[in-house]
């Protein structure tokens, strides 16, 4: 499996999760005892300008022409969004004051189609997230917010681990949030390019926030997409699960310790976290393992996963052989496989990518002292270009196994094209897109 490293992952988090150094810590207050405020931000660079070019994804509102026929628009578009702003009770003094300065950020359109020419292979990814430096981090993150750890995990049911392990891969601890105007983006957003209408409803939930004073202008920065604070949340998701944890009468997800791991915690919950459960277990294939098998939508009991072979790496038991789970293989049949939970699906809410989930459950066993994985990675296995990756499905195409349309962007349409490709040829069809898959169809 190899993850693509620029454009949308998430909405949700588009700034966060490289590695930087820890901020520094500043103190603040609340109304009732002194706050513990978190990591200052680093200090961003000047954004770049817009290329003036087509957006990647071909969509006719991210051509060039349609890009600067919607700015020259932008402000009329962002006054015709006031009746919507009334009808969330947003008043006009507040409107005006907030939509005030806006001016279209059109370097985002870039950020938007992005089209990386190289992807990361997951244990690049998992070796740059999940890193010495960023545990102890970690660490201290849970030692300093000890009592807000604890409090959240009472309230809300949620391994603290998992809350730590999303802060520090989100933002490096605070250190990595972005900073753009979370207000500014989302309108430009809002107005031009292929999601207006989602990020329309991101502007309007971010002048929310504002005019209820739960955070002021200059905390609600983050990334291109919007997403801000330490765990990067986007404004609709905000509204939906930010809670005022220590009573000041303001949901402070930016600078408010309490208030960021509770609503963090409660995100999780709501979405159907399990407590007392883990949220996946590293296991080892056995050979001849059927890796049609390996799907979401096939989940089994562990019982049933141990019955055809598949044992715990590092030969501990398995806690509940009752629990269902579903295969992950995402190395293929030269890597190790994973049984995936319930929580892991969960996680997967906040972020769907299957490797940015493993790293943030990885990250959260490291941090309460587990061991490093097991197996070793396929390491010699180098990442194909995305040329290579778009005549793969290309090829898969012609040959009947892939129904999409070719865009070097895979998922699970390719991952199931490449296992009927293997199936045919009689290799494991682990679904893997090595290099030497590509060569195998380049020669049929």
Not at 21 to 35: C, D, E, I, R
Not at 259 to 268: E, G, Q, V
Not at 343 to 355: D, L, Q, S, W
């Amino acid at each position: 499996m190899t993850l693509l490293c620029a454009g949308e992952t998430r909405a949700q988090s588009s700034g966060g999760g490289l590695p930087n150094l820890f901020g520094n810590m500043f103190t603040g207050q609340t109304s009732a005892t002194p706050a513990q405020a978190l990591p200052a931000p680093t200090a961003s660079s000047t954004p770049l300008p817009w290329t003036g070019e087509d957006g990647g994804s071909g969509h006719p509102l991210m051509t060039a022409s349609a890009i600067r026929e919607a700015a020259a628009n932008f402000d009329q578009c962002v006054a015709s969004m006031w009746p919507d702003a009334a009808r969330r009770n947003i008043s006009q003094a507040s409107f005006q004051r907030f939509t005030a300065g806006l001016a279209p950020d059109l370097r985002i359109m870039d950020l938007m189609d992005s089209q990386p020419e190289f992807t990361k292979a997951i244990w690049d990814y998992l070796d740059i997230l999940v890193n010495d430096n960023r545990l102890a981090k970690g660490r201290e993150v849970l030692a300093k917010y000890k009592p807000q750890f604890e409090a959240a995990e009472k309230a809300y049911g949620v391994d603290r681990y998992i809350v730590a392990s999303i802060w520090g891969i989100e933002s490096n601890y605070s250190t990595m949030m972005g900073d753009r105007s979370v207000l500014n983006s989302t309108a430009t957003l809002a107005c031009i390019g292929r999601r207006q209408k989602y990020f329309k409803d991101e502007f309007l939930s971010a002048l929310e926030i504002l005019h209820r004073g739960d955070l002021r202008p200059e905390q609600l920065r983050g990334s291109w997409a919007g997403a801000f604070g330490p765990t990067q949340f986007m404004p609709t998701a905000f509204k939906r699960f930010a809670v005022d944890a220590d009573g000041d009468g303001r949901r402070d997800v930016v600078d408010n310790a309490a208030d960021l791991i509770a609503s963090t915690a409660n995100n999780l919950k709501k979405d159907g976290w399990q407590t007392g459960q883990t949220w996946g277990f590293e296991v080892v294939l056995p050979a001849g393992i059927n890796f049609m098998l390996a799907d979401r939508a096939k989940a089994m009991t562990i019982a049933q996963w141990e019955h055809l072979g598949l044992t715990r790496a590092g030969g501990k038991p398995f806690p509940n052989p009752a629990d269902r789970a579903y295969l992950l293989a995402p190395a293929g049949a030269e890597g190790p496989g994973f049984l995936m939970l319930q929580n892991f699906r969960v996680i997967m809410k906040y972020n769907p990518a299957e490797a940015y989930a493993l790293a943030i459950g990885h990250f959260a066993d490291r941090l309460r002292g587990g061991a490093p994985f097991v197996q070793p990675w396929p390491r010699q296995e180098r990442t194909l270009s995305r040329a290579e990756r778009l005549e793969l499905q290309q090829r898969l195409a012609q040959r009947g196994f892939y129904r999409g349309t070719p865009d070097g962007q895979f998922g699970s349409h390719t991952r199931e094209a490449l296992r009927g490709f293997q199936a045919s040829i009689g290799a494991p069809a682990d679904g893997f897109a090595s290099s030497d898959v590509l060569e195998r169809l380049r020669s049929r």
